[in-house]
């Protein structure tokens, strides 16, 4: 276990070190750096997870919601981009805490793509939904969170943030992880895909009015019915639950 | 000392006001094949996941459960076990997967598990399917892949939990041979709570019934039908060749199957049957002319040539196989798919020129999985949405009908908290508050014990006897026989024949009741239901 | 049939795949853009995924042609002028920069396209459980969950459709209420049912023991020499990247695009790396008829 550990540090230690002679000795590629380190921060996310042994009834109720978020947007096929993948994800953060909200988005997001296909935008979607749940978690005890209008400006703030998280994939392909980072053409690319951000921004906040209060409801009740409520709590100040036998 | 041992147990859940089990004791010997029946709710799953620690339910226990002697905390006897629904208890995408789950878990090296998938496989004759994905999967050959993927981790004891309530007759036969043989040939012990009692009577060594969390009666097959016999309401749960034996008063050994009481049937004086039956021709309601539909271009047609008159006050009972396109001709019907081809006729108006609003207010739709129906988390909500969206005025009719259905009481529940029966009456209720002109009901009898069923038949009746008329689809030979009107058999997607039951029973070979299987040899007499043949049936002295 | 290089082991392909990745975005260089575009057409013509590459054509060819006209419109940078268009300077390079932007786009989405066929949920799920175990068996519970939850949610809209609440029927606000009243059923069913499968994972012994994997696929030596060369090839290349070879320079002072001795050189390593499938496959086939 000793052992393991040391290997893991040093390892990490090393990317880092790489990460950062690479960003030193080309500069012209540090685009592409920064998706390294998008991919690797998941990473320390995806490990911590795996260091933690979670009970069944915690990696299926990940798992339903995961594939609730993936395949949300079937019933709106008749109604162009409207999708409440965004939705769950920040519901499932938002009462079951930071961690568990990355991992639904980033498994939602990577399940979906290996249903339908990967491309260059896998680990970007990963990242951004990812993300969604995250701060959705780590903001679960605030004040703004506890009311709905909080709540309503999170999301907002997320419909355009989406956009913008997945629009630097793009950009990037488009300035091929170039020298040129011009204002203007950012932001006319990204002025682009504001009617975009803002449709998904709207039907954040439709739902979000509408079915917020119901939601956390509905998954607070199956929290206790999974038994992770002392789990949830405590993992929030970073102490090892005690698991409860069912 | 038996090999499992359940002395005075109790069990309740937390803020349950009963205990689901109360002061049970049972001994089950190795080798044995115990069948567990009783109403749902009577505690068969709670006892089932008492003897398996993994899954033992939070509560407050007492008394003592052994295992070959060992107390279940400490227990190290394999136990397998299987659970009702075939869908839910698969955990990965493809069967391969599936099956290795269990001995990955165990942490078994990859040859070891190599070698116990191609056994596996090898028995179960399931080759082809080691590659498929498990979501292309039937219900019934989920319920096997199940079974291979406990049977694979080498239990001594199986315990099965309705495993065949989900499934046609063809495979739920299927799965419970496989049982059989299990037991026969590898000498395992088995413990199997059942709805579906014919069949699997004959192969108990011992049966033993639950109420209320106790054991009721408990023994050798015929010694405890016997003893039911005598204590109604149990007596529902006597099959129909030993019913129709016990009610015509025989005294020998108690036939079980066809077989045994064949012999016994040419014995028997048969009455002519009174074959004037009043048949009023009434005004037609639901027509279907030439139906194709298919979900996907390409998938093949699931309806074909389709052609069916429903007329006012029939209780039209559509039997066929899985896969023929029944629960797809209901949704047909109830308006939700489109015909690709053919006329829809409802109230000589078609189908299509309806509102869909209107036309949900005729027509009642009553699907498979009741549960999906609701949306509101109490039944009084759902009901409150239902008025609302129909404008309804007669708030006062819903206390008598919820009375009349027999689940008042349950009016503030969540609906997953009801049980299969319960359930589907409360989504009766909300269909009835808009007082539909037919009910289009997908496998009622699913799952159903036989008191929920004859409670469910009698509900149906009546309304029928109101003018509602009925078409339901079913596997249930012995419900349609008993209660329909009219009966088709569907088949590759058209109705291949119809006609009344006692007809259409009479000139079908498998796929016919009891009775009727009973009466055979006696060519001339079309008796069908139990009914029919204790009213004819005399001893002859 | 299967053919040779999807029989590799899923490390084999998932590294050749990832590296080629990086070579797309390394090598920009029209000469090599092209040899990469050749090559991955025909590993996707050899793994039979042209059909699948026509799927994506249409948002392949805008997306490029948006990427190739707008960079000079954004862009004045270089020496070149060619035109004047509404005061704006459209230069050569930034022309040639965005044509190239707009192939490596293409290269690599069309890479995604084998990659899709080749690395099956499967293989790559099997990689996951190798360094990621509870990742894995998360990840194998939602593919497993996901059908699951569409053929449920078709149901939910029947049923709910035979009540007279639809998605297709009535204001937009009351369509899209609809739709997510439907995936509350859904999620409420769900979270219902699943706490069978996480009982069904318990009875099965889940997290009992040290869990241990099925080995679907075997490390052969095959697969170690594979390695090796992918590595060493790669290695040589990312070499001569850094000594300047494999890339033009449009900025600020754009190079001839003519290849010099050392360009040539790693433009062979290059080849032969992105060859290795096809190198594979006919090295099959010319086994196969000379046995036969």
Request: hydrophobic letters at 45%; glycine letters at 6%; one cysteine or more.
């Amino acid at each position: 276990m000793q052992a393991k550990k040391i290997i893991v540090t040093s390892a990490a230690l090393l990317m880092v070190a790489l990460l950062l002679y690479l960003s030193f000795s080309l500069q012209s590629q540090y685009i592409w750096i920064s998706l390294a380190i998008v991919v690797l921060s998941m990473l320390l996310l995806l490990i911590r997870f795996e260091k933690r042994k979670a009970e069944p009834r915690e990696l299926v109720l990940l798992a339903v919601l995961a594939a609730i978020a993936a395949v949300g947007r079937v019933p709106f096929a008749s109604i162009p981009s409207v999708q409440p993948t965004t939705f769950v994800i920040m519901m499932s953060g938002l009462v079951f805490g930071a961690e568990s909200g990355f991992i639904i988005g980033a498994v939602a997001a990577l399940a979906s793509n290996m249903i339908l296909g990967q491309g260059p935008w896998t680990p970007w979607q990963m990242a951004a939904w990812g993300l969604v749940g995250f701060s959705a978690g780590l903001l679960k005890n605030s004040r703004l969170m506890n009311w709905t209008w909080g709540r309503v400006v999170f999301g907002i703030v997320w419909g355009f943030l989406f956009g913008w998280i997945m629009n630097i994939w793009g950009y990037f392909s488009f300035t091929q992880g170039g020298n040129l980072f011009e204002l203007k053409s950012i932001f006319t690319y990204f002025a682009a895909s504001a009617l975009f951000d803002a449709m998904h921004a709207a039907s954040n906040v439709f739902f979000l009015v509408l079915f917020g209060k119901a939601w956390i409801k509905i998954l607070t009740r199956f929290k206790r019915k999974y038994g992770l409520m002392e789990f949830r709590e405590l993992s929030s100040l970073n102490i090892k639950p005690i698991h409860k036998k069912y | 000392m038996a090999y499992i041992e359940l002395k005075n147990v109790s069990f309740s859940y937390p803020e349950a006001n009963q205990p689901a089990i109360h002061n049970l004791s049972l001994q089950v010997e190795k080798g044995q094949f115990i069948v567990l029946f009783g109403a749902s709710g009577s505690g068969k799953s709670t006892l089932l996941r008492l003897l398996k620690k993994e899954i033992m339910p939070h509560g407050e226990l007492s008394g003592e459960i052994l295992l070959d002697g060992v107390s279940i905390e400490n227990q190290t006897v394999n136990t397998g076990f299987v659970f009702q629904d075939p869908e839910n208890q698969v955990v990965a995408d493809n069967v391969l997967h599936e099956m290795v789950f269990g001995l990955e878990n165990i942490g078994l090296s990859t040859n070891e598990m190599r070698s116990r998938v191609a056994e596996m496989v090898h028995y179960f004759d399931a080759e082809n399917l080691l590659n498929r994905d498990t979501h292309e999967l039937s219900g019934g050959m989920k319920q096997q892949i199940n079974l291979a993927s406990v049977l694979l981790m080498q239990p001594d004891i199986l315990l099965l939990d309705e495993p065949t309530a989900q499934l046609d007759p063809v495979s739920a036969r299927e799965f419970l041979n496989m049982l059989v043989h299990l037991n026969e040939e590898f000498g395992m012990t088995i413990i199997l709570a059942e709805h579906r009692l014919e069949e699997i009577f004959l192969l108990a060594d011992s049966i033993v019934l639950m109420d209320k969390g106790e054991v009721k009666v408990q023994g050798e097959t015929r010694q405890v039908l016997e003893n039911l016999w005598k204590n109604p309401p149990f007596n529902k749960y006597v099959p129909s060749i030993p019913s129709l034996y016990l009610s015509l008063g025989g005294k020998e050994k108690l036939p079980l199957s066809v077989k045994e009481g064949r012999s016994w049937t040419q014995t028997v004086e048969i009455a002519k049957k009174d074959r004037t039956r009043l048949t009023e021709i009434t005004e037609e309601l639901l027509n279907a002319q030439n139906i194709y539909f298919q979900y996907q271009k390409d998938d093949g047609y699931i309806l074909k040539e389709l052609n069916l008159s429903i007329r006012k006050g029939d209780f039209y009972a559509l039997l066929g196989g899985n896969g023929s396109g029944k629960s797809t001709l209901l949704k047909l019907l109830a308006g939700v798919l489109k015909p690709e081809r053919g006329k829809l006729i409802f109230k000589g108006k078609q189908l299509k020129a309806w509102k869909n609003k209107n036309l949900a207010a005729e027509i009642g739709y009553l699907p498979q999985n009741p549960k999906l129906f609701f949306i509101q988390d109490t039944v009084e909500k759902e009901i409150q949405d239902t008025t609302e969206q129909w404008g309804l005025k007669n708030e006062h009719e819903v206390a008598p009908l919820l009375e009349k259905l027999g689940i008042n009481h349950l009016r503030h529940n969540n609906p997953y908290d009801l049980s299969g029966g319960e359930l589907q009456k409360a989504a009766l209720a909300c269909l009835l508050l808009r007082k539909p002109e037919i009910l289009l009901l997908d496998e009622p009898t699913k799952g159903l014990d036989p008191l929920s069923k004859d409670n469910l038949a009698d509900i149906l009746c009546k309304l029928n006897c109101e003018g509602v008329s009925i078409l339901m689809s079913t596997h249930d030979v012995e419900f349609a026989a008993r209660y329909a009107s009219k009966c088709g058999m569907m088949f590759q997607g058209s109705i291949t024949s119809e006609s009344e039951p006692d007809a259409f029973f009479s000139g079908n070979f498998f796929y016919t009741t009891m009775v009727q299987r009973l009466f055979r040899s006696r060519p001339d007499e079309q008796i069908v239901t139990l009914e029919e043949a204790v009213e004819l049936c005399r001893l002859r002295r | 049939m299967k053919s040779r290089f999807e029989e590799f082991h899923p490390l084999v392909s998932f590294i050749f795949f990832v590296l080629a990745l990086s070579l797309f975005i390394l090598m920009i260089h029209p000469v090599f853009l092209l040899l990469g575009l050749i090559f991955i057409l025909m590993i996707n013509i050899t793994y039979r995924s042209v059909e699948q590459l026509r799927q994506w054509a249409a948002f392949m060819i805008i997306s490029s042609l948006f990427i190739f006209l707008l960079n000079p419109l954004f862009n004045e940078r270089g020496r070149h002028v060619l035109f004047m268009f509404h005061q704006h300077r459209i230069t050569a390079e930034s022309l040639i920069y965005g044509g190239m932007s707009a192939l490596s786009l293409v290269i690599i989405m069309a890479m995604f396209v084998s990659y899709n066929k080749i690395m099956t949920p499967n293989k790559l799920l099997y990689l996951f459980s190798k360094i990621l175990p509870q990742f894995a068996v998360l990840l194998m519970l939602t593919l497993r969950f996901i059908p699951l939850m569409k053929r449920r949610l078709d149901e939910i809209s029947s049923i709910q459709l035979s009540k007279g609440i639809s998605v297709l029927h009535g204001a937009l606000n009351k369509r899209v209420k609809t739709g997510l009243l439907y995936v509350q059923v859904l999620l409420t069913y769900s979270l219902e049912e699943a706490i069978q499968t996480a009982d069904s994972m318990k009875a099965r012994g889940y997290g009992t023991r040290v869990r241990s994997s099925y080995e679907y696929f075997k490390f052969k030596k095959r697969d170690g020499l594979a390695l090796v060369y992918l590595l060493l090839l790669y290695l040589l290349i990312l070499w001569g990247r850094f000594n300047g070879f494999g890339h033009l320079t449009v900025y600020p002072i754009m190079e001839s695009w003519q290849l010099g001795t050392g360009d040539i050189r790693i433009m062979l390593f290059y080849c032969l790396f992105l060859g290795f499938p096809l190198l594979i496959e006919l090295g099959g086939y010319i086994r196969w008829h000379i046995l036969n």
